[in-house]
């Protein structure tokens, strides 16, 4: 399997630190509102990278931060006069509710930086006897000049850096480019207490000391949204580089953006859809087949156009599908036949092709097209003839594919509940129409089918016999 490696600029064969398992940290939401849907994509990529490692038969430890201590929450607070922490925890489950709508897998622990405090500022505070961090009126910066390699996943010098960057004012930094990660109070700010005074940590120092503290110095892969190469990335290595002198991670993988109209979606530019609002109109199935339509190092255009046609795809799948469920219903034959062996070897081609895309760097795009093809392949194969340990074979693979995407596991068929809610439904139309044989007829094909109606005042109720 290859991974496409910042770092490096190329596609590495993936080997992990320790064999058959995977120590993966994801950078996560500053919690201060809905997620919009550019921020899903990055989300759903990194839960199918996520997935697709399990389908691989990997252990995954998935860490997902929530950013919890920031500008943004200390001034939702303020205009709200609440906390900090009662807008975290706000839009933490607010976080949950959409996550889980769009079939995102919980993380093994989302760590927030609140229950990190403690824990930063002994990182800070090794960082300052190393020698690569420095105290200034209650602020704590990094030098970047210190870690000879900053600069390197972003492939920039400190020197022109330097002079990309603009002036910057503050004197007390030894460096222009030195960062903070740790901020003295200021008034209507919460604080805490540490060996500089009342102060908050910086946002960069909160990763490089959660993913230390939960998956240990190197991690196998770490992930984010292509926004975060630089300074975020750049900085947690430094930091967390600097103080374990291991590598801090062996992948680094990076996610295009979701682009409307050719500019990157995000709430400062006010040109978002949240994710709620789109689940709203979209089942979470098609938002998740829109989202996983390119490769994710390839920017992709939101437009309702895409998600109409990513709508229609899964429903020519799921049309096929519900063909396919009908025909196990119907078939005679119970056991797979000599000639189907060509079939099921067809369907086994299908599922390696499958997964040759998805193991060339996640491509998702061409995952998704095989699918397509699996399909197309099985409308013609699959008949009234055919055995119903084949057709079962073929959901079954339909269904291991869809998984790692998050996409085609549901059934067409209706529950056994929703079936008898709708033919007591009918009986009751068909005795307020006088039809009692009808309803008669609804009531003895549920008795034979093991099933009792009561009619108490309460409506109807059923029960196994
Ligand atoms: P934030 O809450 O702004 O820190 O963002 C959370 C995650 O979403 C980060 O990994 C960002 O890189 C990512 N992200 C933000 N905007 C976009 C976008 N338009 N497309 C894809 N990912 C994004
Ligand atoms: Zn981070």
Same mark, same amino acid.
């Given at each position: 399997?290859?991974?496409?490696?910042?770092?490096?600029?190329?596609?590495?064969?993936?080997?992990?630190?320790?064999?058959?398992?995977? %120590?993966?940290?994801?950078?996560?939401?500053?919690?201060?509102?809905? /997620?919009?849907?550019?921020?899903?994509?990055?989300?759903?990529?990194?839960?199918?990278?996520?997935?697709?490692?399990?389908?691989?038969?990997?252990?995954?430890?998935?860490?997902?931060?929530?950013?919890?201590?920031?500008?943004?929450?200390?001034?939702?607070?303020?205009?709200?006069?609440?906390?900090?922490?009662?807008?975290?925890?706000?839009?933490?489950?607010?976080?949950?509710?959409?996550?889980?709508?769009?079939?995102?897998?919980?993380?093994?622990?989302?760590?927030?930086?609140?229950?990190?405090?403690?824990?930063?500022?002994?990182?800070?505070?090794?960082?300052?006897?190393?020698?690569?961090?420095?105290?200034?009126?209650?602020?704590?910066?990094?030098?970047?000049?210190?870690?000879?390699?900053?600069?390197?996943?972003?492939?920039?010098?400190?020197?022109?850096?330097?002079?990309?960057?603009?002036?910057?004012?503050?004197?007390?930094?030894?460096?222009?480019?030195?960062?903070?990660?740790?901020?003295?109070?200021?008034?209507?700010?919460?604080?805490?207490?540490?060996?500089?005074?009342?102060?908050?940590?910086?946002?960069?120092?909160?990763?490089?000391?959660?993913?230390?503290?939960?998956?240990?110095?190197?991690?196998?892969?770490?992930?984010?949204?292509?926004?975060?190469?630089?300074?975020?990335?750049?900085?947690?290595?430094?930091?967390?580089?600097?103080?374990?002198? %291991?590598?801090?991670?062996?992948?680094?993988?990076?996610?295009?953006?979701?682009?409307?109209?050719?500019?990157?979606?995000?709430?400062?530019?006010?040109?978002?859809?949240?994710?709620?609002?789109?689940?709203?109109?979209?089942?979470?199935?098609?938002?998740?087949?829109?989202?996983?339509?390119?490769?994710?190092?390839?920017?992709?255009?939101?437009?309702?156009?895409?998600?109409?046609?990513?709508?229609?795809?899964?429903?020519?799948?799921?049309?096929?599908?519900?063909?396919?469920?009908?025909?196990?219903?119907?078939?005679?034959?119970?056991?797979?036949?000599?000639?189907?062996?060509?079939?099921?070897?067809?369907?086994?081609?299908?599922?390696?092709? /499958?997964?040759?895309?998805?193991?060339?760097?996640?491509?998702?795009?061409?995952?998704?097209?095989?699918? /397509?093809?699996?399909?197309?392949?099985?409308?013609?194969?699959?008949?009234?003839?055919?055995?119903?340990?084949?057709?079962?074979?073929?959901?079954?693979?339909?269904?291991?594919?869809?998984?790692?995407?998050?996409?085609?596991?549901?059934?067409?068929?209706?529950?056994?509940?929703?079936?008898?809610?709708?033919?007591?439904?009918?009986?009751?139309?068909?005795?307020?129409?006088?039809?009692?044989?009808?309803?008669?007829?609804?009531?003895?094909?549920?008795?034979?089918?093991?099933?009792?109606?009561?009619?108490?005042?309460?409506?109807?109720?059923?029960?196994? %016999?």
């Amino acid at each position: 399997m290859k991974i496409f490696n910042t770092m490096t600029r190329q596609k590495e064969e993936f080997v992990p630190i320790n064999p058959g398992e995977v %120590k993966m940290y994801v950078c996560g939401p500053t919690v201060y509102d809905f /997620f919009h849907i550019g921020n899903a994509r990055t989300f759903v990529i990194f839960d199918t990278v996520r997935r697709y490692l399990e389908y691989k038969g990997y252990k995954v430890s998935f860490i997902q931060n929530f950013t919890d201590i920031d500008d943004k929450l200390i001034n939702k607070a303020n205009e709200e006069g609440t906390t900090l922490k009662e807008v975290g925890e706000r839009y933490i489950k607010e976080y949950y509710k959409d996550a889980d709508a769009l079939h995102i897998e919980r993380a093994t622990c989302n760590p927030r930086a609140t229950e990190f405090v403690d824990e930063i500022i002994k990182f800070i505070s090794e960082l300052i006897e190393k020698g690569y961090a420095y105290e200034v009126d209650g602020d704590v910066y990094f030098n970047t000049k210190s870690f000879k390699e900053y600069g390197k996943l972003s492939g920039q010098n400190l020197e022109d850096l330097q002079s990309g960057a603009r002036i910057d004012v503050d004197e007390r930094k030894k460096d222009p480019m030195d960062f903070a990660v740790w901020k003295n109070k200021k008034p209507g700010e919460p604080a805490w207490k540490s060996p500089w005074g009342e102060g908050r940590p910086g946002w960069h120092i909160e990763c490089s000391c959660m993913s230390s503290k939960l998956l240990g110095d190197t991690i196998d892969i770490h992930a984010g949204g292509m926004d975060l190469v630089f300074p975020h990335h750049e900085n947690e290595i430094a930091q967390s580089e600097a103080r374990s002198g %291991k590598k801090f991670a062996n992948y680094w993988m990076h996610a295009a953006y979701l682009n409307i109209n050719n500019k990157k979606m995000s709430k400062s530019l006010k040109n978002f859809f949240t994710t709620r609002e789109i689940l709203e109109k979209y089942d979470a199935e098609v938002v998740r087949m829109f989202l996983l339509s390119a490769q994710y190092r390839t920017p992709l255009n939101f437009t309702e156009e895409l998600l109409n046609s990513a709508k229609l795809s899964m429903d020519r799948l799921y049309n096929s599908i519900s063909n396919l469920e009908n025909l196990y219903d119907e078939v005679k034959i119970e056991k797979l036949t000599d000639e189907e062996s060509k079939s099921i070897k067809m369907i086994d081609e299908y599922k390696e092709k /499958f997964e040759s895309r998805m193991d060339d760097d996640f491509n998702t795009a061409d995952g998704i097209s095989v699918i /397509f093809e699996l399909i197309k392949d099985l409308n013609i194969n699959i008949n009234a003839n055919s055995s119903k340990e084949l057709i079962k074979y073929a959901l079954d693979t339909i269904r291991k594919i869809g998984k790692p995407l998050g996409i085609l596991q549901k059934t067409t068929k209706k529950s056994i509940e929703d079936e008898v809610e709708d033919l007591i439904q009918k009986r009751q139309e068909a005795r307020k129409n006088k039809d009692f044989k009808l309803a008669d007829k609804i009531r003895d094909d549920l008795s034979a089918r093991g099933i009792i109606l009561e009619d108490t005042k309460a409506g109807v109720r059923w029960k196994y %016999k």
